[in-house]
């Protein structure tokens, strides 16, 4: 079967991510340090890497699968999910040092199930890290925000992006016009995960 360009190349580690603020990157590197991480709130535009993020640092601190529940926010986002799947993850202990809900795309949580949300992270502080990630922070209530520490994904600069994703096509083998890849990149920048599949979309005997 065929590998899925966007999570072949998806960043495992913190070395591995490309972080346009050096300060991020430090602060992601203490957290790993210290084996812990508060409840976090990464916001950006769509395929800056929020997620990835999120992931490298799941993976970074090595916490179980079994201790890690993923919500797609923007198919999920109703308050009986909050009450009923989040709430049951939450309230059994941990097989490692604590568990993580990642809840992607949390802007599209509607407020009641957002006003629970904030009940569940005070509840389980003690063993349960909350990671959201949004597009828009300002569709977040306050009283999620002021539980997170919000971290502001920034873009790719346009080079930097489209060198990335010519590196994937050399490495697939994969011939290519470069005038025809700067169309792709201009058409998709800056979400380099649609621009990713796009491109392996594209790849039958070239582009």
């Not at 941990?94 to 949580?109: H, I, M, R, S, T």
């Not at 569709?139 to 600069?157: F, G, H, N, V, Y």
């Not at 011939?175 to 800056?190: A, M, R």
Request: aromatic share 10%; glycine share 4%.
């Amino acid at each position: 079967m065929k590998d899925i360009w966007v999570e072949k190349y998806r960043p495992k580690t913190v070395n591995e991510y490309v972080f346009k603020n050096q300060s991020h990157k430090r602060q992601v590197e203490n957290w790993v340090n210290d084996g812990s991480i508060p409840h976090l709130l990464f916001a950006g535009s769509a395929g800056t890497g929020k997620t990835t993020l999120a992931r490298v640092l799941i993976n970074e601190l090595d916490v179980q699968d079994a201790d890690v529940l993923f919500i797609n926010a923007s198919r999920d986002n109703g308050i009986d999910w909050v009450r009923n799947k989040i709430t049951n993850f939450s309230e059994t202990m941990p097989w490692g040092d604590f568990k993580v809900v990642l809840l992607d795309e949390a802007d599209y949580l509607s407020p009641d199930a957002q006003a629970a949300l904030r009940g569940v992270m005070e509840q389980y502080h003690t063993s349960v890290r909350f990671i959201l990630t949004c597009n828009y922070p300002n569709k977040i209530i306050p009283a999620l925000q002021s539980r997170c520490q919000l971290i502001t994904i920034q873009s790719q600069d346009q080079n930097e992006f489209t060198a990335r994703c010519a590196e994937i096509l050399i490495t697939e083998g994969t011939k290519f016009e470069l005038d025809l890849l700067d169309t792709f990149v201009k058409s998709n920048y800056p979400d380099m995960r649609k621009t990713i599949n796009n491109l392996q979309a594209s790849t039958i005997n070239g582009i």
